[in-house]
């Protein structure tokens, strides 16, 4: 297990703050020669989860490590279900359990998306921008990221950076695809002054209230045209259940860390092509270890809306893999092939990223 930072090529705005760097874990699991690899999408800070980079070694290194080592496990499915003993901290249980994925795909020879169930070779690729310094700047981002292809934009908005800024890029790019994210920003209050998105034809308004909350999501999307879909309220696939059941959303998207990994990314994915509700991918501002997982996982039939699955650069230059990731001018990536996640980690770019490392060997 190791503790990384990695400076941002831009820094990335939210409702909850600007960031500059990035500080996640990588997990290497080991088994008869092959090793699996996952990044664990815990923040250095609290704000997006209730986890941080802390609490997540601190799980793992005293509670998950315990429960898996040396034990016989037959497919990684298994493995989030060993875990249940443990309350919460999702995203260090799915660092542990994509590790093991990526490790039984090595195994077996296979590209991991194959193992999960998915069929496509690419997948359609979207991008989130950030709140900027002036709507000159963010229209100019828009420009820049259509240019490049992207097959939808999501612009982040918060109370004071929200209406204005969609009629903005609405004005200037006309025909394309675009959503907000509010990262919790509002409350049901809003919901008059939210409606005013309506108009701007939207695709959706992502996590416009609380973390935690269903009951007030259900209420202000009868009151919206606009399409809610929940992210940080979807933590488990019982939240699904609910949010389905209280009509709070009518998309979700998937981020296999705030989920507690592929297996129950997989259980919330199938659920919500029963209710034919459509899925797309979430990102944490993953390295390239990260970002391939969630390529593969994005192959899944009912992954039919681009994802929050980007180019490496516009994140970290250079990344800590080998070739990077890439964005075709169609707006597609390529699902990495090769078996595992089928990307190569730089070992001298890893060392020096490395804040900190720790190797939990097996008990006899
Ligand atoms: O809400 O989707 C989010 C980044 C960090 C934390 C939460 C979110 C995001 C993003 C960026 O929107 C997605 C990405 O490009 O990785
Ligand atoms: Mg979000």
Partial sequence: ????????????ETSFGRVTDREFLLVTVHDNGATGIAECVADANPFYSAETTRTAWHVLAEFIAPLV??????????????????????MAKAALEMAAW?????????????????????IEAGVSIGIQDSLEELVERVQV????????IKIKIRPGWDVAAVARVRDACDDVPLMVDANAAYTLRDADHLAALDRYDLMMIEQPLDYDDLRDHSALQRRLATPICLDESIDSLRAAEDALALEACRIINIKPGRLGGHGP??????????????????????????RAHNIHLSTLANFTLPGDVAASRRYYAPDLIDP???VAP??????????????????DRVAAATLEMLELPTRP
């Fill in 330 to 347: 169609d707006g597609t990536i390529a699902v990495p092939a090769g078996p595992g996640i089928g990307v190569h980690l730089v070992t």
């Fill in 145 to 152: 990221e259509r240019a490049a292809g992207y097959r939808r």
């Fill in 324 to 326: 990077e990731i890439d």
């Fill in 1 to 12: 297990m190791r503790r990384l930072r990695l400076p941002l090529v831009r820094f990335f």
């Fill in 102 to 122: 990526d490790l039984f795909a090595q195994e077996e020879g296979r590209p991991l998306g194959a193992v999960l169930g998915g069929t496509r070779q690419r």
């Fill in 265 to 290: 990314s997989l259980a919330v994915h199938d659920l919500a092509a029963r209710h034919d509700v459509p899925v797309w991918h979430g990102g944490m501002l993953e390295s390239g270890v990260g």
């Fill in 69 to 90: 080592l040396g034990r016989p496990f037959d497919h990684p499915r298994e493995v989030f279900g060993a875990l249940a003993r443990i309350r919460g901290h999702h």
